[in-house]
Each structure stands twice: as C-alpha cells, then as structure tokens.
C-alpha cells in the first residue's frame, strides 16, 4: 500500500465518526421535534377535551335549567288551572245557592199570595154577608156564640196566620167573664195520667208535671197541641186536607180532635196570647155540665 492510500483511509477512516455523529445529530432532532409535536397535540388534546367536558357541563346545566323552568311553568299553569276550577265550582254554587233562594222566594210569594187569597176571599164573604144582612155582625161567626171578642183580635190572628205559614190553627188567650184566664185556651193531648189529673182536679192545682199536662203549662205562647173550640181560626187548605169537624161527637171533644188531625197532617196548632177573647164558659151549653176534659 502506498504512502497516499493510507493517507486517504486515515482520511476515511476519520470521516465515519463524523457522519455518523451527524446522523445521531439529525435523529434526536427529529425524535425532539415529534415530541414536541406529540406533546402539542396532547395538550391540544387535553384542551379540547376540557373544553368539551366544559360545554357538555354548561349543555346540562342548561338543559337542567330548562327543565325546571319547564316544571315551575307547569305547576304554575296547574296551579292557575287549579284556581280557575275553584272560581268555577265557587261560581256554580253561588248560582245554585242564588237559584235556591230564588225558588224559596217564589214559593213564599206564591203561598203568601194563596194565603191572601183566601184571605180577601174570606173578606168578600163577610162583605156579602153584611150587605145582605147588615143588623148581624157576621164576623162573629168565627166564634162561639158565648165569647166576646175584644177590637182587632180576628185582625191579629189573621196576621200572625199570615206570618207563618205552617200555621193550620190559630187561637187566642181566653179570659173567663170574671177576668181570669180560662186554661182550655191551650191544652196537650190527652194521656191517660193527665186526663186523671184533670179529672180529680189534682192536675188544675198543679203548676207542671204529668198530671197538670193537660193543661200545656210549659207553653206560654206559639206551638201547642190544641186550643180550645171557643175561638179557633183556620187555614182553608187545612181543613180542605183534613176535613171539618167530626160530627160524631155530639158536644165537646170536637176541637181537640180537630187539632189532633191537623198535627198528623203536618200543620201546627198555633196559641197567641196577645189576643184576648172573653169565653162565658156554658154561655152555649149551660153551666151545669158533665165532667169533660173542656
């Protein structure tokens, strides 16, 4: 080998490590670059996935939000259907209640109208009676022919028929001759303690109890099983119901039968005290009587 070959493989020789050191060179800057590029893009990466996971956040949060604005805007709409539904049922029931009381008014109207009907009736009658015959008081026709009555007593008992509707009798306070008060003006029904009590008298001297029943001494004024026939005032209707007076019994006892139908009927037997009529006891029948439970 000459002297310039050697000289050229040292030369050679030398020039491998180089290239190789420029290859190492190029492959850590190539390796150093694609790590960079892949630690971009895993940051890239993680940003946009933290941007999603953000968005996705606000999305349910939105949709969360909806959601209850959606609930609130229901029940708020159910609670307004719920009010409306009140107001209306609140609605009906007045109109019912209207229409009820309406109906009462009209069937209060159309019974006072019957009753002044019968009334006027009543008073054309006695017109025409006293047109026919005017020496006779015809309105003393509604009494007994032993009773006096005093000024304005049929007058007021016509008012307080009037103003009750349900009355089917109606008496006064009867006051003996002597001005004591006659206790048939306002009696119970009979029972069999009671009828004793008044037959032996021991009911007469007794303020209350069974035995002094008979005589109603818990009632001072309004309803009361019967009064006494002297003077009793009737509602037509009544006694188109339940008849007249029972012509089987002879004398007495009629009144309170009388009174007994028309409280099975359903009417009421009604005692006012502010009217007073005299009653001269036996003026019709005489003062020697029977014992009667009169």
Not at 172 to 193: M, Q
Not at 201 to 209: A, K, N
Not at 266 to 277: C, F, H, M, R
Request: contains cysteine; hydrophobic residues 40%; glycine residues 10%.
């Amino acid at each position: 080998m000459s002297l310039g070959e050697v000289g050229t493989c040292r030369s050679q020789g030398g020039c491998i490590p180089r290239a190789l050191g420029d290859s190492l060179e190029t492959l850590v800057s190539t390796a150093t670059i694609v790590l960079i590029i892949v630690i971009v893009l895993i940051v890239v990466a993680l940003i946009g996935l933290a941007a999603w996971m953000s968005n996705k956040k606000k999305m349910e949060h939105r949709r969360a939000e909806a959601e209850r604005i959606r609930q609130e805007a229901a029940a708020h709409e159910g609670g307004l259907q719920e009010s409306q539904i009140r107001a209306r049922e609140a609605e009906v029931e007045a109109e019912q209640a209207r229409l009820k009381a309406q109906r009462a008014e009209e069937e209060a109207a159309r019974a006072h109208q019957g009753v002044s009907q019968e009334r006027a009736l009543h008073e054309d009658k006695l017109r025409e009676a006293d047109r026919l015959d005017p020496n006779v008081d015809h309105r003393a026709e509604d009494y007994n022919p032993d009773t006096r009555a005093t000024e304005g007593a049929l007058d007021r008992l016509l008012e307080v028929m009037d103003e009750r509707l349900k009355l089917g009798i109606c008496g006064p306070r009867l006051e003996l001759d002597n001005g004591g008060f006659d206790h048939a003006a306002k009696r119970s029904f009979p029972t069999p303690l009671s009828a004793l009590g008044h037959f032996t008298g021991i009911g007469r001297r007794r303020g209350s109890g069974v035995l002094a029943a008979y005589r109603a001494p818990e009632v001072d004024a309004g309803p009361v099983d019967a009064i006494n026939g002297a003077c009793m005032l009737f509602r037509r209707s009544g006694l188109e119901e339940v008849g007249l007076f029972d012509e089987g019994y002879w004398m007495y006892m009629e009144d309170l039968d009388l009174c007994y139908r028309f409280a099975r009927a359903g009417w009421v037997t009604w005692y006012e005290p502010s009217v007073a009529v005299t009653h001269v006891k036996g003026g019709s029948s005489g003062r020697n009587r029977s014992t009667c439970l009169a």
